[in-house]
């Protein structure tokens, strides 16, 4: 059975690392819904957080192949009930919007958005939150003149420790002998 899962990655920064993991999704026909990179909580680590809709095997295989990779110090997958989650949007609206439609204001307020920026020529509404509700803000803003939208990919921790640190320790002790 499909379902969604967040497949996190731990990497070194490498160049070319983002090209080759995509290709594994590539080369097994996966869609990616959504994906991002940062910085992670330990220096110089960086984590990919990625987001498929397959069967448990299929991910299984998939995160397998990804730490095949010799960057990649180690990769987890959770389910989304094993995960807390989250994701950003930006909407730039025409500033008449705001002063001629003044309902507007109560669809931000209602959906517990904020503005972040305000001139003559528009104004920039921020949202955080399940992707279902950063949607339903784009199809009551849509309306207005909505001229700019953009949605970050997913950003999760999980509910349980993935114990990177001491993974990462392990290493260093090993590559020390």
Same mark, same amino acid.
């Given at each position: 059975?499909?379902?969604?899962?967040?497949?996190?990655?731990?990497?070194?920064?490498?160049?070319?690392?983002?090209?080759?993991?995509?290709?594994?999704?590539?080369?097994?026909?996966?869609?990616?819904?959504?994906?991002?990179?940062?910085?992670?909580? %330990? #220096? +110089?680590?960086?984590?990919?957080?990625?987001? *498929? !809709?397959?069967?448990?095997? @299929?991910?299984? &295989?998939?995160?397998?192949?990804?730490?095949?990779?010799?960057?990649?110090?180690?990769?987890?997958?959770?389910?989304?009930?094993?995960?807390?989650?989250?994701?950003?949007?930006?909407?730039?609206?025409?500033?008449?919007?705001?002063?001629?439609?003044?309902?507007?204001?109560?669809? %931000? #307020? +209602?959906?517990?958005?904020?503005?972040?920026? *305000? !001139?003559?020529?528009?104004? @920039?509404?921020? &949202?955080?939150?399940?992707?279902?509700?950063?949607?339903?803000?784009?199809?009551?803003?849509?309306?207005?003149?909505?001229?700019?939208?953009?949605?970050?990919?997913?950003?999760?921790?999980?509910?349980?420790?993935?114990?990177?640190?001491?993974?990462?320790?392990?290493?260093?002790?090993?590559? +020390?002998?």
């Amino acid at each position: 059975m499909k379902k969604n899962y967040t497949i996190s990655i731990y990497t070194e920064n490498s160049v070319g690392l983002l090209n080759r993991i995509s290709a594994i999704f590539q080369k097994r026909h996966i869609n990616i819904i959504s994906i991002t990179s940062s910085a992670s909580e %330990i #220096k +110089n680590v960086s984590r990919f957080v990625i987001v *498929v !809709n397959l069967s448990k095997e @299929v991910v299984k &295989k998939v995160v397998h192949q990804i730490e095949k990779q010799i960057e990649v110090i180690k990769a987890f997958f959770h389910t989304d009930e094993e995960t807390i989650f989250q994701e950003s949007a930006l909407y730039k609206v025409a500033s008449k919007s705001l002063f001629e439609e003044r309902h507007i204001q109560n669809i %931000i #307020k +209602n959906s517990h958005a904020k503005i972040v920026t *305000v !001139n003559t020529e528009f104004f @920039v509404i921020e &949202k955080t939150g399940f992707r279902h509700e950063t949607e339903q803000l784009y199809k009551d803003l849509a309306p207005y003149g909505l001229l700019q939208f953009v949605r970050s990919g997913r950003i999760s921790v999980s509910k349980a420790p993935m114990k990177i640190k001491e993974l990462l320790k392990q290493l260093k002790k090993y590559s +020390n002998e």
